[in-house]
């Protein structure tokens, strides 16, 4: 689903993203862990386009994506991304929110949008809060509306940026669990996370990344239990 092959990112001076080689299969759940600076949330910014890389390729179902030929917009359809703070649209109503992408981007139909977006509001669990606003919502409500909404543009790949970083840690775990129903439907996702019990539980692979490079891969189980990296290691002990 997706290739990536010797990434590299600047910003101005700073290499961000160093020689990154990444592979994404179809179906597969791959959790990127690492510490705050080493360059994930620029990594998954690359594989959405948000951010252009300097070198490299990120290859996305066979294509390689090309800003001056491609559309942008089209790709990111294909690539859905829930961030750390969900930003819904204050004044829309939760189904608004969901059904606004695929009626003013896709050109759905109203009416195939609501259907749609009622159906997602039920698979989050939120089927009764369609007609509510966001601010009635608790922060794990919301992010499951953010989830709703990226669905609603049916992607094939799913990008989270630490969507339970800003939750309060009772409102963690609903949000965790509609993420594993996801993956247990066969949505190709990667994770970026501390929540090391959902990396433990769901990944089928975990990427440590350090200063910008990959420094180790693998099984969770080989990752948590067996790191053959020190750094790994050492930041492990950190965290846990
Ligand atoms: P992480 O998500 O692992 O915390 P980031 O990808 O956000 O790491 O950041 C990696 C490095 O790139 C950091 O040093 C950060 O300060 C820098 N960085 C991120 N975004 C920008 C930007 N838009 N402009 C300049 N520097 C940035
Ligand atoms: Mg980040």
Excluded at 34 to 51: P, Q, V
Excluded at 111 to 138: F, H, I, M, Q
Excluded at 139 to 146: D, F, T, Y
Aim: glycine residues 8%; aromatic residues 6%.
């Amino acid at each position: 689903m997706i290739r990536v092959d010797k990434l590299n990112k600047y910003f101005g001076d700073l290499h961000v993203l160093k020689d990154i080689d990444f592979n994404v299969k179809e179906s597969e759940v791959v959790v990127l862990i690492g510490a705050s600076g080493s360059g994930k949330s620029t990594m998954l910014r690359c594989l959405n386009f948000l951010e252009w890389r300097n070198s490299g390729e990120v290859i996305i179902r066979g294509k390689d994506v090309n800003p001056k030929k491609d559309n942008l917009n089209v790709v990111r359809q294909k690539v859905g991304m829930v961030f750390q703070h969900f930003n819904l649209f204050p004044h829309k109503t939760v189904l608004e929110n969901v059904t606004e992408a695929p009626i003013q981007v896709k050109r759905t139909s109203k009416a195939e949008a609501l259907k749609e977006g009622e159906k997602l509001l039920k698979k989050v669990g939120l089927g009764d809060k369609a007609n509510d606003y966001p601010s009635r919502l608790s922060g794990g409500q919301k992010q499951r509306v953010a989830i709703a909404r990226a669905l609603a543009m049916k992607p094939e790949i799913m990008l989270f940026d630490e969507p339970t970083s800003a939750l309060d840690p009772e409102l963690v775990g609903e949000v965790l669990q509609t993420m594993k129903d996801l993956a247990q439907e066969g949505m190709t996702m990667v994770v970026v996370t501390h929540e090391m019990g959902f990396a433990r539980e769901v990944a089928d692979r975990v990427v440590y990344m350090h200063d910008g490079k990959i420094v180790e891969t693998g099984h969770p189980h080989d990752i948590f239990d067996n790191p053959k990296e020190d750094r790994t290691q050492a930041f492990l002990s950190s965290i846990l």
